[in-house]
Nanobody, 122 residues
């Protein structure tokens, strides 16, 4: 059984930056990703990264602004978010251990965290 704990969320003005972290305990491996869910919207995949750091995928809405990375020795996943926009406001979740299929489908992952709130004001 694995547990994932996100941290690093907060409030920031538009154009600012935040770095999210997700630390795993127990067995966490394989493809990992960040999802987000804004109020009244469906959960969406933001970025994903394979076990050894490549390949990496991004949603078109964040490409060029967000960077996903991981440190397997520390069992930690990161999401560096730059040039934040109000539409980035959401609860951000990390997920791990993809069973297969599309990376941006929540149901394809075995483990997920409780989420961390990111609020971007204009």
């Amino acid at each position: 059984q694995a547990q994932l704990v996100e941290s690093g969320g907060g409030s920031v003005q538009a154009g600012g930056s935040l770095t999210l972290s997700c630390t795993g305990s127990g067995y966490t491996s394989g493809f990992m990703a960040w999802f987000r869910q804004a109020p009244g919207k469906e959960r969406e995949g933001v970025a994903g990264i394979s076990t050894y750091g490549w390949p990496i995928v991004y949603a078109s809405s964040v490409k060029g602004r967000f960077t996903i990375s991981r440190d397997n020795a520390k069992k930690t996943l990161y999401l560096q978010m730059n040039s934040l926009k109000p539409e980035d406001t959401a609860v951000y979740y990390c997920v791990s251990d993809r069973a297969g299929g599309r990376w941006d489908v929540w149901g394809h992952y075995r483990y997920w965290g409780q989420g961390t709130q990111v609020t971007v004001s204009s």
